[in-house]
């Protein structure tokens, strides 16, 4: 994949590359002086990745220091960010030095975060090890963490100088872990991309998990989800308006991964999500095709489980937290074709009645 640069107020760099991940030292060196560097990261990518990503550092002139959080949705938290602050500043991180986000969404979403106001701000740089985290959260500054009432309430939005995504790491990603990252990328291709959308459907799972060919589908999806989330983010940086598509099937889904206490993964809830809002626009006769056929069908294929244990009045309850609420009306985003999401407000007091649209067979 051929570097994208992503314009926002301070344009940057996506690199999505097989075996980048030893050579991350002169691909920092390229955007920073030789300064301090903390990687933050978690119990699992520490033990698989921290040693390649510091030594490359080092050997490219940074000074390395490292701080380690257990893995899971539970570390993104208040209680995290805090002891990041506080051990950059026992380190005594300087507005010239950086962080380095070498993990999954949660760690990308912490580090970027503390960050954006450690020192009133800190260069921030992604090295996602996970599908998901390379097709979503890494690119278009949106960090965050999560409070006990929802997903994402405290956050802010910081850019980050510099994405570095090596696909060799899938090599050690569990099959649930790959599935949420193909669920972004499904997401994509249904909001603005329909050659996405059909490259995925066309694809045979089984093969592709049984050869080498892995990397190179893992490449194509990141390029393609990332073209989209390139465009829209350019467009509109700070979610206002047609930023907001990228929500596909996230209210719902984070009212579902809430609900299940996390044992949900975002991946997994997000498709839950997409195909409960695509069935109640369905129903409500919002949609110009139909839609939820061919959704259904490709997350059948690739063997992401659809089943919502939850009632319409408890997953509503949580998602008029949602950061998308403006008043008492709601922003939804739902389907008109595959390749083309709207968003939809409606009231709140309609949302109920919408996902007991969604949640009917």
Request: some cysteine; proline content about 4%; overall charge negative.
């Amino acid at each position: 994949m051929i570097p994208l640069t992503i314009n926002t107020h301070q344009p940057y760099l996506v690199i999505s590359e097989p075996g980048s991940l030893p050579n991350i030292g002169t691909s920092c060196a390229n955007i920073l002086a030789p300064c301090k560097i903390c990687i933050v990261t978690d119990d699992n990518v520490d033990l698989l990745y921290a040693d390649i990503v510091a030594d490359s550092l080092v050997e490219a002139g940074f000074f390395v220091h490292k701080i380690v959080f257990a893995p899971g949705e539970h570390t993104k938290s208040l209680n995290s960010v805090g002891i990041l602050l506080d051990f950059l500043s026992e380190k005594e991180f300087t507005r010239s030095d950086g962080i380095l986000a070498l993990g999954g969404g949660v760690i990308g979403d912490l580090s970027g975060f503390a960050a954006s106001i450690f020192l009133r701000g800190l260069p921030v740089i992604q090295v996602p090890t996970t599908m998901l985290a390379a097709v979503d959260s890494s690119v278009g500054g949106k960090t965050g963490v999560n409070l006990t009432s929802g997903k994402n309430l405290a956050g802010t939005f910081w850019q980050p100088s510099l994405v570095v995504f090596d696909s060799m790491t899938m090599s050690t990603l569990p099959l649930h872990a790959l599935l949420d990252g193909l669920a972004e990328t499904i997401k994509c291709g249904m909001i603005a991309d329909k050659n996405l959308f059909d490259f995925l459907a066309a694809t045979s799972w089984k093969e592709t998990l049984a050869s080498d060919s892995l990397y190179s589908f893992v490449d194509r999806c990141v390029e393609g989800a990332i073209g989209v989330k390139q465009r829209l983010v350019q467009e509109d940086e700070k979610d206002l308006n047609q930023r907001q598509l990228l929500n596909f099937g996230h209210t719902i889904g984070h009212a579902i991964e809430l609900s299940s206490r996390y044992t949900v993964s975002h991946g997994h809830a997000v498709a839950k999500g997409m195909v409960i809002a695509t069935r109640a626009a369905l129903v409500s006769g919002w949609s110009q095709e139909d839609c939820l056929t061919p959704l259904l069908e490709i997350l059948d294929k690739y063997g992401i489980p659809l089943d919502v244990p939850y009632s319409a009045p408890s997953l509503a309850e949580i998602a008029l937290r949602d950061k998308k609420r403006k008043g008492n009306t709601l922003n939804l985003i739902v389907p008109l074709r595959i390749g083309q999401c709207v968003l939809h407000p409606i009231a709140v007091d309609e949302l109920v009645g919408f996902i007991e649209k969604g949640l009917s067979l």
